[in-house]
């Protein structure tokens, strides 16, 4: 790579609070024009938020114009069922104040939607007391995200492991707070993102259908698959690796009014599952959001992502995808989604399992985003959603047959 180029990735990589490496390997796919519009887009939040409605409870129409009357602007997502879209404000101009707490990079991204910090969140900080109006920045101590007033001494924020310490008062982008709205206590709706949504409306089960989720998170996917599935009388088995999600995952069936749903919960490392299962137990429908680097969540401050996690991503990805195929019932389907732009964790993965002959990527249902860059069998039948594009989060879609 030449100087010149080297010290363009460089600018961008300083710019942005991105690994170097990172932006050279979006270059290298995308060209450099283009990664960098990606890497901008990647800083800002989509201009609407997503929320899938359950229509157990509710009809889209009916949620529109319940949080329109409560001064929430919601409108119906044009080519999206079940999907409505709830307005963001921003991005909004910070007011920097003369005394600041830098915060760690999660902790960052939920400040610069308005999220309130708790100690855990503060990697450093002045002498600062109760009360203190300060400005939010990151790791780095660049980029201010917010400002906030302190409801912690400093000595607290060094003892105390619990409790918000540092209360929003603005913050670049603005979202409603769904915690305390009628219609998010009584289960109406859920956060999901779009891309999400639109793969939850595409995934039809038979009757009698055996369905495994491979890591369910908190269950938004799975739970919008049953709402449009209900009568199939399917067995659904939903596994993760994290208590704490799964804790979640069981607060939105209980919210949501889906506790007579036939999910089994398990929690179980995702790499057991052909122990756990054998042939005898194979199943028709698969999904697999699959760990990844998660380039593509946005808004964020930073990524530091490395090739090593990349390339490490994708070698369990692979004996992940081999574990499905053996659990996989003969013209059953996998769904593989990951939140990554980068080709190793997303197309690379799917081009193996077909050139062994094991797995064809089928044709979707319905296409919003876009094909990916690498071609080879069935690549024309993948989906992408592009944050500089599609105005959603970054995200990948494969289905895939046996």
């Known amino acids: 790579m030449s100087e010149r180029v080297d010290d363009r990735i460089n600018e961008v990589a300083d710019k942005y609070q991105f690994n170097p490496a990172l932006v050279n390997r979006l270059s290298f796919v995308y060209g ?45 997502h044009p080519e999206v069922e079940d999907a409505v879209l709830v307005d963001v404000r921003g991005p909004n101009e910070i007011v920097e104040k003369s005394k600041k707490i830098i915060v ?105 259908a055996r369905v495994l989720d491979l890591s369910v998170g908190h269950g938004a996917l799975l739970t919008h698959v049953w709402q449009n599935n209900s009568k199939s009388n399917a067995r659904i088995i939903a596994i993760d690796n994290s208590n704490t999600r799964l804790v979640r995952f069981k607060d939105n069936l209980k919210r949501l009014r889906l506790l007579n749903a036939p999910f089994e919960i398990m929690k179980m490392e995702s790499n057991k599952v052909s122990r756990r299962f054998n042939r005898n137990e194979t199943f028709d429908v698969i999904i697999y959001h699959a760990p990844n680097s998660k380039i593509g969540i946005r808004p964020k401050v930073s990524d530091n992502t490395t090739e090593g996690l990349i390339f490490n991503n994708a070698r369990n990805m692979n004996k992940m995808m081999a574990q499905a195929e053996r659990l996989l019932k003969r013209d059953g389907m996998i769904y593989y989604t990951t939140n990554s732009l980068d080709p190793a964790e997303n197309e690379r993965i799917i081009e193996e399992v ?42 990948f879609i494969a289905k895939l047959t046996k």
């Open 32 to 76: 450099f024009d283009r990664a960098t519009s990606i890497i901008e887009s990647l800083t800002k939040h989509t201009s609407a938020l997503p929320i899938r409605v359950n229509t157990v409870l509710t009809t889209p129409d009916a949620l529109v114009k319940s949080l329109n009357e409560k001064e929430i602007p919601a409108k119906r």
């Open 354 to 395: 077909v050139n062994h002959g094991r797995l064809s990527v089928v044709e979707q249902s319905q296409y919003l985003g876009d094909k990916g860059p690498t071609k080879f069998k069935g690549s024309e039948h993948l989906q992408y959603f592009f944050p500089d594009k599609h105005d959603t989060q970054g995200y």
């Open 104 to 208: 760690h990079k999660y902790a960052a991204a939920k400040a610069l939607i308005g999220g309130s910090i708790g100690a855990p969140g503060i990697k450093d900080h002045e002498d600062l007391k109760i009360g203190d109006e300060v400005s939010i920045v990151d790791k780095m101590g660049k980029i201010i995200v917010a400002n906030a007033v302190l409801m912690m001494s400093s000595n607290e924020i060094d003892v105390q492991k619990r409790g918000v310490a540092l209360r929003i008062t603005a913050s670049k982008y603005e979202l409603p707070s769904f915690q305390n709205v009628t219609e998010f206590l009584r289960g109406h709706f859920i956060q999901q993102m779009l891309p999400s949504i639109l793969l939850g409306s595409e995934i039809k089960l038979k009757p009698l």
